[in-house]
Structure formats: C-alpha cells, structure tokens
C-alpha cells in the first residue's frame, strides 16, 4: 500500500494508511459525549486523530505504541490539521505486508559516540567509571530505550538523546556556575538520571514506549545505578551523591524529598528544558511554515511555528 506521509496531507483530503499510535484516551464533552482523542505518528512527524461517536474504533491502551490502520478525513480544527476517523484498529498478522516499519519511525542519530564523548569530558574518576560501568551493565538497553511515555523522547533510542542532550546543556553552564556547582557530578547525573526507565517503561513491538511498568523509575534507577557502583568500589560519598541526584531529579511536591546539593536544582532545570524543547518541537516536522500544532499536552497551548 503506498504510503501518505502525515507532513504532506492537505485539509479535505481521504485518508488510508498504517501509522503508531503515539498516544491515545477517551475524553468526555461538557455536554457529556465522548469521543476518542489520540495521535499518530509516521516518518515525517505526528498529527492528532478523533474518533466520534459514529466512528468503528476497536484501539485501547494495549494498543498504544503499536501500528494502527486508519481511515478518514483531514479536517481543520483551530487552524490545526488534525484526521477525523471512521476507521481506526489495530494492525493485525495479515496487514504485515502493506506496510513497511521503516516509514512509520522517524529517523533517529545513533547517540553511542555522543555518550562516550560526554564520557570522557568527566574528569572525576569516581564518575568517569561509574558511567562506564552502567554502560558495560546496561548499554544496549540505555541505547535503545525510549526516553519517555506520551509528551517526550518516545522514540527508539530516546533515553540516549535526552540523556546527551542534558550534558550538553550542563557543558553550557560551566563558564557562569563552573566554579560553584561540581560538573563533573551534573554530567554523570545527566547521563544516568533516566536509567530506571530502562526497567519502568513498558516498550511495544515498535521500539515506542506504551505505558509505565511501575511508577517510581528515579527510585529503580538509583538502585541500579547504586548497584553498580558497589561493584566498583566507588568511593562512598561519590556514590551517594550521584544517587542523590538520580533520585531527587523529580520536583517533588510533598516535600519528602528535599534536594541537599544545588546539582540537583541545576539537574531539575536542564531535564525540564529538554523535556519541553522535544515535546514542542517533536511535532515540528509534520508541521508546514506558518502554520498551528495541534494541541501540546506537555504544554497545555497551541504551538505556532511562524513562517
């Protein structure tokens, strides 16, 4: 089946096709109705799709990550495309040979290099090797992950580029706090923050995450990494630092957890940047100059992309 790639529909346009099913809910109207708000995705980004009332949609949460097949209409909502559906189901064995896995997954940089270039910018022996050892212990997973559910890095690999991107964030900080906050700490933070989603997110046959095996992945990632650093003979006090930082790099509301050391403050920061930047701009590609995103949960607006 030839392929309609979500960038180039037009508004009136018949559409049929596979795609991922990104994310997916049931929402209720004011007046009570209820409809289904999801988003899809392929190779040239992601647009949202509604099922109403009259629609045949057999898609749950088990379905979420997974390839869809989809008919409808693209349809203009605020300014923003999105695909009205009459048809929206799950890909089952015999759609296998209509639709090709590579066009649905957007492309992605292997972060392999980036991360050992990090790596080495870690002067502290205590943090150069713990890093290393996490790789020996989990590096095919770290480099395949994704980096988060519904609203950021949830693409093979995702755990990878947001962890790089946060260092390459810090590196950014060290003419102006350099001397104050311990960089070498924050770029190990950085790279290991993430490291329980490894264990926490459930991942579907796409390599996109699809739900949280369990909630609590600072707490998972700290003890794995806590783990490691045992068999290395880490110093202690190096150790719980960093274990401090992966546990910590949550706001948390209830005050249970008061960060101690400022790389925390600076660790929150950087996170909450890249999270944003990539939940604004991972709908960028399917989006035309001058044009409106659909609605940006993470951001709880409307994105313009000004020509």
Request: net charge negative; glycine share 8%; with cysteine.
């Amino acid at each position: 089946m030839y392929h309609m790639n979500l960038k180039e529909l037009t508004v009136g346009q018949p559409i049929t096709g596979y795609y991922v099913l990104r994310s997916g809910k049931t929402v209720t109207t004011s007046e009570g109705k209820t409809f289904y708000c999801a988003t899809v995705l392929d190779g040239s980004g992601t647009m949202d799709v509604r099922c109403w009332q009259n629609a045949d949609n057999s898609v749950d949460e088990k379905t979420i990550g997974e390839v869809v097949y989809l008919e409808g209409e693209v349809k203009l909502y605020w300014e923003s495309r999105q695909i009205c559906c009459r048809l929206l189901r799950p890909a089952n064995e015999k759609d296998a040979g209509e639709y090709e896995l590579t066009q649905l997954i957007p492309a992605t940089k292997s972060m392999r290099e980036d991360v050992a270039r990090y790596i080495a910018r870690i002067k502290d022996t205590d943090y150069h090797d713990l890093c290393l050892g996490v790789l020996d212990e989990y590096g095919e997973a770290y480099f395949t992950a994704p980096g988060g559910l519904t609203e950021h890095h949830n693409f093979p690999g995702g755990l990878a580029a947001h962890s790089c991107h946060m260092a390459a964030l810090a590196d950014g900080l060290t003419p102006f706090y350099g001397a104050s906050l311990n960089i070498d700490l924050l770029r190990a933070g950085c790279l290991l923050h993430d490291l329980g989603k490894i264990q926490q997110l459930c991942v579907a046959s796409t390599g996109f995450a699809k739900g949280f095996c369990g909630k609590e992945h600072a707490e998972t990632g700290a003890r794995m990494v806590l783990e490691v650093g045992k068999t290395l003979s880490i110093r202690e006090s190096k150790l719980q630092a960093i274990v401090h930082l992966i546990r910590a790099h949550h706001d948390d509301a209830s005050g249970t957890m008061r960060p101690s050391l400022p790389e925390v403050f600076a660790l929150r920061r950087l996170d909450q940047m890249d999270c944003e930047m990539d939940a604004i701009f991972s709908t960028r590609s399917s989006i035309p100059n001058g044009q409106l995103s659909g609605w940006n949960h993470r951001m709880h607006r409307v994105i313009s992309f000004v020509a």
